[in-house]
């Protein structure tokens, strides 16, 4: 990783691009998921370009598996906007998790930050600096856009309330529950104690999932969340990219 930046210069997104994609073989055998193209543009270009085009100056991609040849595809800028990288695999031997990767990432980034997975194909969404700053000025540690649950998550992840609060509805509570798309927003603070164990920095490497921490945080009434419904994708399947690749270019 590189020297930690101050903080007039640390980026404003983070983009997860380290899993091994073990559903997407063999595609996946000698390229990363994030990679994989469709309309002829790779996953992960789809969400620089957006992220450039909301006037995003600076983001971070974690990487572990085939994990060289992201930063040899993309170098260290991608139109006017400055790429940082997290290297899990080099420096750990494998992706360290959501949260785990995010801990790591953490000095690279400012105290309220973009994060999303490399793997979804949102061709539609934008980043919009109206957002962060509306979440800059809020209560929470997280905002979350949900989406309609797909064919292969039919019981969704969380629920929405009224009143925008993200919901962690567990068995036998009722209402409707979405899936998370992988796009938020996040406070630094988000991963300290006592929601994250982890030091900052993950020094040690340690893995830990997101969601258990987004649980907890909901049940303190600390995410925010909205519906999104514009055209979204977990690419999470040979077939899957195909039928993308099936449809009108957008």
């Not at 020297?3 to 007039?8: D, I, L, N, V, Y």
């Not at 980026?11 to 469709?38: F, S």
């Not at 085939?66 to 906007?81: A, D, K, S």
């Not at 900052?200 to 999104?228: C, F, I, T, W």
């Amino acid at each position: 990783m590189n020297p930690t930046p101050t903080a007039s210069h640390r980026a404003q997104a983070l983009v997860l691009a380290a899993g091994r994609g073990e559903r997407m073989r063999p595609l996946t055998d000698h390229t990363p998921k994030p990679l994989l193209k469709v309309h002829g543009k790779s996953l992960l270009g789809w969400h620089l370009d957006a992220l450039v085009m909301s006037g995003i100056g600076e983001t971070v991609i974690n990487t572990a598996w085939l994990g060289e040849q992201i930063p040899q595809r993309f170098g260290n800028q991608h139109q006017h906007m400055a790429l940082h990288y997290s290297m899990e695999g080099r420096d750990f031997g494998g992706a360290l998790e959501t949260a785990g990767g995010v801990v790591r990432a953490l000095p690279l980034l400012q105290d309220v930050f973009w994060l999303l997975a490399g793997d979804v194909y949102m061709p539609g969404f934008r980043f919009e600096p109206r957002a962060l700053q509306s979440f800059a000025a809020s209560k929470f540690l997280a905002h979350l856009w949900l989406v309609p649950n797909p064919a292969h998550n039919p019981h969704g992840d969380f629920g929405l309330g009224d009143d925008g609060l993200a919901l962690n509805l567990g068995k036998g509570q009722s209402g409707e529950r979405f899936t998370y798309s992988t796009i938020g927003l996040y406070r630094r603070s988000f991963f300290a104690s006592p929601l994250c164990p982890i030091e900052p920095g993950n020094p040690r490497g340690e893995r830990a999932a997101l969601a258990p921490m987004l649980r907890q945080a909901m049940d303190h009434k600390m995410v925010s969340a909205e519906l999104y419904t514009g055209a979204w994708t977990d690419v999470g399947t040979p077939a899957r990219l195909a039928q993308l690749n099936q449809t009108a270019d957008p």
